[in-house]
Every structure is written in structure tokens, then in C-alpha cells.
């Protein structure tokens, strides 16, 4: 690989950066021999629940286990409609359909969160529940949500996988709902080094019961209430995490700071949506929208810059959504979306002259195809 190259995600040097720490938190929890739960998970636990100003957190498995284990805590029932977008990661509609409850599609905004005046008009008797899905690290219209989830008495979870520390009106993603669920994947800005995931609340209720169910249902070592999962965080990823939420912050800073470098560099010809007065946007990923996105893309690749997209194939479209019944038209703005977003570099090892370079070759671009 040149070393100009820019890649799209660069964990290696994470590691590089940490790896000194990391390795002698690693080896004293290795000798402990304590490697499922315990108190180093109690710990990041309570860290986590500081830092959100949220009263309780349980560390679970992944993004997507919390996503369940929260629909199952609500007491959501066979048949019930769970109102989303169907441009999301395909775990926020998977897990809907795996408890046997009905996903009802609500289209989105431009700037590719769940459009709240849609919502009304899709509640039926069975809507039970709204799952807005934070993309990008951009936070949903969370006013407007949480009123109409008020007036017809729906359970709200929020799907933060995408926005650790995202906050609005001075309030953080995933504290807002009934239940916040959160992704620690290695690619989220809070990352494990494998899989994980925790859920957030302020109801008692619904902590014991997610306890219990990420542990087999156990109440006590005998006694099994109910049937639940295996979907504990390891101890050693709760020793990671709990270094990282203390240097988390920095990185967002860093990412926000080349957010606000690529609104300065680049071309208008390029949709960027903008960061909402009172919205606080800690940049998972950084979309941009164009008509000549896949042209875009292969000239990017061409001079070493690599990006993504974050989603292709919206989730109604998926072959795995087909019996769900919607066809091509259902959702434009997330279908036009899908033809149109790309994902750029943005993470925090990225130096402005990265970003001023990346921003030259696609303004570049436009003046030479437009
Ligand atoms: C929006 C969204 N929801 C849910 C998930 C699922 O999280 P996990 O991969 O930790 O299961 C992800 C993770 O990629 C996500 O981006």
C-alpha cells in the first residue's frame, strides 16, 4: 500500500497509540482469571452511566443484542408495529422481525434520519413502539418524536449504535427514549476490539429484567425466571472500553474538527447536511451527497482515497425484507439516498491536510465533470 494512501478507518493505529497501555490492562485481567462479567464490567458500567448522565447501563454482547433485549424488556408482543426508517444498518430491522413484531417503514429527511411528520400518519391500533435510528451520529428530531410518542403512548428506543456522545439541547443520544441501545463494534468512535454493545435507562424495571436476560434469564445460579440469552460483554472488552471512554472525547473532538475542515474545503456542488442549531454531532461517519456518486467513488479510489457507503441497498429492498412486501418506490427519499451517499474519511488520525487534500481531488472532480 503507498503511503499516500488514505484509508477509510484506521484502527491499526489505535492499537499503535494504546498498545502500551492496553497491553498491561490486558495482561493483569488475563491473570486474574475473571473473564465474563465481574467487577471490571460493574465498573464500565457505572463510568458509562456518569458519562451519559443516564441511570442505569448494561453492558451486553453488541449493538444489535441490545436492540432486542429492549424490545423484549418493553413487553412488545407478536404482531406489534415498530415504526423505523429503511435506511439503517439491517440489525434495526432484523431484530423487529426476529421477535415476530412488524417493522412499518417511516421515510426520512434529507439528511437521512427518520422524517418525524411521517410518523403520525403511519400509526395504526398496533403501533406499539418508535425506533429512530441516530445515522451517522446525527441525532433524530427527538422533540418532535418524543411528543407524538406521547400522545399515542408508544415505547421509544433509540438506536445510538451510530452516536456515542451525539447529543441535543445539551442531552445525549440515547437518554431521551425509554431504552438507549449502543453499539461498541471496532468501527463505532466507542469501540471494543470485537463485538459489543450496552442498552441505557432510567426505569428499574427495565435494567433487572435485561440483567437477567443477558445471563440466561437467571435470577439467582438456579433459578431461571425466564428464557433469555447469552449476551454478555467479555471482561476484557470491559477493560478496554473503560480506557477508551476516558480518551473518547478527544476523538470526537478531532472528528468534529475535520467535519467543520470539509465544510470549509469543500465544492457547494456537494450536499453536506448541515449540524443543526442545538445538535451536537459526533461524526461515526461523514456522508456527503452527490448525482455522480459511484463516478465519484471509483476517481477517489483511483488517487488513494478510500470510502464507503452506508447503505447500498436500503433495508425494504433486501432480499431478507421480502416478505415484509415493499417494492421499489415505497421510500424515495432513502432509495434516491442510497443511489446518492458517500461515505468519506473522517476519522482521527486524519491530519487537515488529509481533508484538504481529499476535498481538492473531488472538487477537482466536479470541475472537471460538470
Ligand atoms: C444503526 C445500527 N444499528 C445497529 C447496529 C448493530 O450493532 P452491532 O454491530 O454491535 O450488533 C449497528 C452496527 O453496525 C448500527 O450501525
Same mark, same amino acid.
Given at each position: 500500500?503507498?503511503?499516500?494512501?488514505?484509508?477509510?478507518?484506521?484502527?491499526?493505529?489505535?492499537?499503535?497509540?494504546?498498545?502500551?497501555?492496553?497491553?498491561?490492562?490486558?495482561?493483569?485481567?488475563?491473570?486474574?482469571? &475473571?473473564?465474563?462479567? =465481574?467487577?471490571?464490567?460493574?465498573?464500565?458500567?457505572?463510568?458509562?452511566?456518569?458519562?451519559?448522565?443516564?441511570?442505569?447501563?448494561?453492558?451486553?454482547?453488541?449493538?444489535?443484542?441490545?436492540?432486542?433485549?429492549?424490545?423484549?424488556?418493553?413487553?412488545?408482543?407478536?404482531?406489534?408495529?415498530?415504526?423505523?426508517?429503511?435506511?439503517?444498518?439491517?440489525?434495526?430491522?432484523?431484530?423487529?422481525?426476529?421477535?415476530?413484531?412488524?417493522?412499518?417503514?417511516?421515510?426520512?429527511?434529507?439528511?437521512?434520519?427518520?422524517? !418525524?411528520?411521517?410518523?403520525?400518519?403511519?400509526?395504526?391500533?398496533?403501533?406499539?413502539?418508535?425506533? !429512530?435510528? &441516530?445515522?451517522?451520529?446525527?441525532?433524530?428530531?427527538?422533540?418532535?418524536?418524543?411528543?407524538?410518542?406521547?400522545?399515542?403512548?408508544?415505547?421509544?428506543?433509540?438506536?445510538?449504535?451510530?452516536?456515542?456522545?451525539?447529543?441535543?439541547?445539551?442531552?445525549?443520544? /440515547?437518554? #431521551? *427514549?425509554?431504552?438507549?441501545?449502543?453499539?461498541?463494534? !471496532?468501527?463505532?468512535?466507542?469501540?471494543?476490539?470485537?463485538?459489543? /454493545?450496552?442498552?441505557?435507562?432510567?426505569?428499574?424495571?427495565? $435494567?433487572?429484567?435485561?440483567?437477567?436476560?443477558?445471563?440466561? =434469564?437467571?435470577?439467582?445460579?438456579?433459578?431461571?425466571?425466564?428464557?433469555?440469552?447469552?449476551?454478555?460483554?467479555?471482561?476484557?472488552?470491559?477493560?478496554?472500553?473503560?480506557?477508551?471512554?476516558?480518551?473518547?472525547? *478527544?476523538?470526537?473532538?478531532?472528528?468534529?474538527?475535520?467535519?467543520?475542515?470539509?465544510?470549509?474545503?469543500?465544492?457547494?456542488?456537494? #450536499?453536506?447536511?448541515?449540524?443543526?442549531?442545538?445538535? #451536537?454531532?459526533?461524526?461515526?461517519?461523514?456522508?456527503?451527497?452527490?448525482?455522480?456518486?459511484?463516478?465519484?467513488?471509483?476517481?477517489?479510489?483511483?488517487? *488513494?482515497?478510500?470510502?464507503?457507503?452506508?447503505?447500498?441497498?436500503?433495508?425494504?429492498?433486501?432480499?431478507?425484507?421480502?416478505?415484509?412486501?415493499?417494492?421499489?418506490?415505497?421510500?424515495?427519499?432513502?432509495?434516491?439516498?442510497?443511489?446518492?451517499?458517500?461515505?468519506? !474519511?473522517?476519522?482521527? $488520525?486524519?491530519?487537515?491536510?488529509?481533508?484538504?487534500?481529499?476535498?481538492?481531488?473531488?472538487?477537482? #472532480?466536479?470541475?472537471? $465533470?460538470?
Amino acid at each position: 500500500m503507498k503511503d499516500s494512501f488514505i484509508s477509510y478507518v484506521n484502527l491499526s493505529k489505535q492499537w499503535k497509540e494504546e498498545r502500551k497501555d492496553l497491553l498491561k490492562l490486558l495482561d493483569q485481567t488475563l491473570a486474574e482469571g &475473571h473473564y465474563v462479567g =465481574g467487577d471490571k464490567v460493574v465498573n464500565l458500567e457505572k463510568n458509562i452511566a456518569k458519562y451519559l448522565n443516564v441511570k442505569y447501563v448494561i453492558s451486553l454482547n453488541s449493538g444489535t443484542d441490545a436492540l432486542t433485549l429492549a424490545l423484549h424488556c418493553l413487553g412488545l408482543k407478536k404482531n406489534d408495529e415498530v415504526i423505523t426508517p429503511p435506511n439503517s444498518f439491517i440489525a434495526s430491522t432484523a431484530v423487529i422481525a426476529h421477535l415476530g413484531l412488524k417493522p412499518k417503514f417511516v421515510d426520512v429527511l434529507d439528511d437521512q434520519n427518520i422524517d !418525524p411528520n411521517q410518523i403520525e400518519k403511519n400509526i395504526t391500533k398496533k403501533t406499539k413502539a418508535i425506533m !429512530p435510528v &441516530h445515522l451517522t451520529g446525527r441525532i433524530c428530531r427527538m422533540k418532535e418524536i418524543l411528543k407524538i410518542a406521547k400522545k399515542y403512548n408508544l415505547k421509544v428506543i433509540e438506536d445510538s449504535a451510530q452516536a456515542f456522545g451525539s447529543k441535543l439541547f445539551n442531552r445525549y443520544a /440515547g437518554t #431521551f *427514549g425509554h431504552v438507549g441501545c449502543f453499539s461498541t463494534h !471496532p468501527l463505532k468512535n466507542f469501540n471494543s476490539v470485537g463485538d459489543g /454493545g450496552f442498552m441505557v435507562t432510567n426505569k428499574k424495571s427495565i $435494567y433487572d429484567r435485561a440483567r437477567k436476560l443477558r445471563n440466561h =434469564g437467571t435470577k439467582d445460579r438456579n433459578v431461571i425466571d425466564e428464557f433469555g440469552y447469552v449476551s454478555r460483554l467479555d471482561t476484557i472488552q470491559a477493560v478496554v472500553l473503560d480506557y477508551r471512554l476516558k480518551r473518547v472525547n *478527544g476523538l470526537i473532538k478531532k472528528r468534529r474538527k475535520n467535519a467543520s475542515l470539509y465544510r470549509k474545503y469543500l465544492t457547494k456542488k456537494i #450536499f453536506i447536511p448541515h449540524e443543526r442549531k442545538d445538535e #451536537f454531532n459526533t461524526y461515526h461517519t461523514f456522508v456527503v451527497q452527490t448525482s455522480k456518486r459511484d463516478q465519484l467513488k471509483k476517481y477517489l479510489i483511483k488517487k *488513494g482515497i478510500e470510502t464507503a457507503i452506508h447503505y447500498p441497498i436500503p433495508i425494504h429492498l433486501q432480499p431478507s425484507a421480502k416478505k415484509i412486501g415493499h417494492k421499489v418506490g415505497d421510500f424515495i427519499k432513502t432509495e434516491e439516498q442510497s443511489k446518492r451517499i458517500l461515505t468519506l !474519511p473522517i476519522h482521527q $488520525y486524519l491530519k487537515e491536510s488529509d481533508i484538504f487534500k481529499i476535498s481538492q481531488i473531488i472538487n477537482n #472532480f466536479f470541475e472537471k $465533470y460538470e
